[in-house]
């Protein structure tokens, strides 16, 4: 009941919808440095371990000490979303699900998708289940990825795997005509989903900016938590 009551509480679940996070191949997190982008990304892994699947979290930015702090914060946020919870069930339910997170840190030099193609292939060997989504935080697309993606799709056709990104766009940068930042324009038409997080006054406005037909679909986030409000 409590995963029920979490995933509902998600601010995931309205913005892209718990049925749309590993529809197709390619998702983006769009903002400006420290908005939210990854914090956003957390709660996506969220959603996918408390419907008992597995995430690889991959940070080019982060030590995996800090990635996991971030997940304890984001399941702390969550739960405290929907007010009072035994904090034993809370505990217990923590412990169980943070067990299906891999956390792996690397830095721009060391990034190497056959790293990844490996460590995906080991799950295989041993006969487990896969990681439903791979997370990577912190891939710079101001410098042409065209060749990372391309190994990265193949990824995804080895392993069915949906790999949502961080993606950075610019203050002083206009959108394009579209209303794509650069960096998802660029690389478009391999995304299936992106979501642009943007500072609205005292909060923080999640809008579509690609998802079939459901596009410009916008929520209100609190900046502190990343959780709905209004």
Not at 81 to 96: E, H
Not at 188 to 207: G, N, S, T
Request: proline share 3%.
């Amino acid at each position: 009941m409590l995963k029920k009551d979490l995933i509902s509480k998600s601010p995931v679940s309205r913005t892209i919808g718990i049925e749309n996070v590993k529809d197709g191949k390619f998702g983006a997190v769009l903002s400006r440095a420290g908005v939210g982008k990854t914090a956003f990304l957390v709660q996506i892994a969220l959603t996918q371990l408390l419907n008992d699947n597995k995430i690889l979290h991959i940070s080019l930015d982060d030590p995996i000490e800090k990635i996991n702090i971030r997940y304890k914060e984001g399941y702390t946020n969550l739960v405290d979303s929907i007010g009072y919870v035994d904090p034993q069930k809370a505990v217990r339910l923590w412990d169980d699900i943070q067990n299906q997170k891999v956390g792996i840190s690397y830095t721009e030099t060391t990034f190497d998708t056959d790293k990844i193609r490996d460590y995906l292939k080991s799950f295989k060997k041993a006969e487990l289940a896969l990681p439903s989504v791979l997370i990577i935080d912190g891939l710079n697309f101001d410098h042409d990825v065209s060749k990372t993606l391309d190994e990265l799709e193949s990824l995804n056709n080895e392993f069915s795997i949906f790999i949502w990104f961080s993606m950075k766009n610019h203050r002083e940068e206009d959108l394009c005509e579209d209303g794509f930042p650069i960096q998802l324009e660029t690389h478009k038409d391999r995304f299936d989903k992106a979501v642009f997080l943007k500072p609205v006054e005292d909060k923080i406005e999640a809008v579509i900016l690609k998802d079939g037909d459901r596009t410009d679909q916008r929520d209100r986030l609190d900046p502190a938590t990343m959780m709905l409000v209004g």
